[in-house]
């Protein structure tokens, strides 16, 4: 028992002894702070703002990289994509032909004009993509779905029916290509009457 009593009373002392150090501890502290001027406490938060601050553009530095990084290797792996799609589409222009003609080869008022008939999109198609993996267009002035022999017809009743046939060609084709590769084509007027076809 006497012994509990005197280490019950050593170890209350020891606490006692902690109690008036970390008092001490704390007024020293608060004795700095209160020492410390208006103008110190300032420049110390102006200090600690800065240093948040370079943190924060840091991180921003580091996450526009990475962002940057990221669009980037997203872009080669459009490119790649692109790539390849295209050439399967060379090797494979077989698929979705079409038979169509050149402008022409009608005949108007006993006059002959001269076409081609019996034209396969087949040998078309592997040219206009090789266009697009050069990043490139084509022309594609004067083809047509279907050119009929039109005799009697005047020069307007022509054109009208050139215009749906070519319109028909366009369609046909983008569609082809579409099939081909997943991408439809841009088909666009060019001046002079012709019409290009792009990626």
Request: hydrophobic letters at 35%.
């Amino acid at each position: 028992r006497r012994e509990n009593v005197k280490t019950a009373t050593f170890s209350g002392k020891m606490t006692s002894a902690a109690q008036e150090l970390a008092q001490a501890a704390l007024d020293e502290a608060l004795s700095a702070t209160n020492a410390m001027s208006k103008e110190g406490v300032i420049e110390e938060l102006r200090h600690i703002h800065s240093s948040i601050d370079k943190l924060v553009a840091s991180k921003a530095s580091s996450d526009e990289a990475v962002l940057g990084a990221l669009l980037g290797f997203k872009k080669e792996i459009q490119e790649s994509s692109k790539i390849q799609r295209l050439q399967f589409g060379i090797a494979n222009a077989h698929i979705g032909q079409f038979t169509y003609s050149q402008e022409g080869d009608w005949k108007l008022y006993g006059r002959n004009y001269s076409g081609k008939h019996g034209l396969n999109s087949k040998d078309l198609v592997p040219s206009i993509l090789m266009s697009f993996l050069r990043d490139q267009g084509i022309f594609i002035k004067g083809f047509v779905t279907n050119q009929e022999r039109f005799d009697g017809y005047d020069d307007a009743v022509l054109q009208a029916r050139n215009k749906a046939s070519a319109e028909a060609f366009h369609s046909k084709l983008c569609e082809q290509i579409y099939g081909l590769v997943g991408t439809k084509p841009r088909v666009t007027q060019q001046k002079g009457g012709g019409f290009g076809i792009f990626y």
